[in-house]
């Protein structure tokens, strides 16, 4: 019986898949596509943000005060350039 039940569970998260593949394709033709200049920004904006997270983490590790303080001032400089382009 359980046999019969894990099927029908494979088929209805078969459908929901199929599902969620077709408001995805709808999302996708009704979202103009992005400039060359807005695709650069949000690259930018990603990298600059990945940037911010590491500075971030050895932040917390940082036992050294100069070496906090430098990555203080790198993560105030990169929180700078994130308000610039948002």
Same mark, same amino acid.
């Given at each position: 019986?359980?046999?019969? =039940? ?72 990169? =929180? ?7």
């Amino acid at each position: 019986m359980a046999w019969v =039940d894990n099927q029908s569970m494979a088929r209805g998260w078969e459908s929901k898949s199929v599902e969620e593949q077709m408001l995805a394709a709808e999302k996708a033709v009704r979202t103009p596509p992005l400039s060359a200049e807005q695709v650069e920004r949000n690259a930018k904006l990603q990298g600059l943000e990945l940037e911010r997270t590491r500075l971030r983490r050895e932040l917390q590790a940082a036992c050294n005060a100069r070496h906090r303080g430098m990555l203080e001032q790198a993560l105030a400089h990169v =929180d700078g350039q994130i308000a610039a382009l948002g």
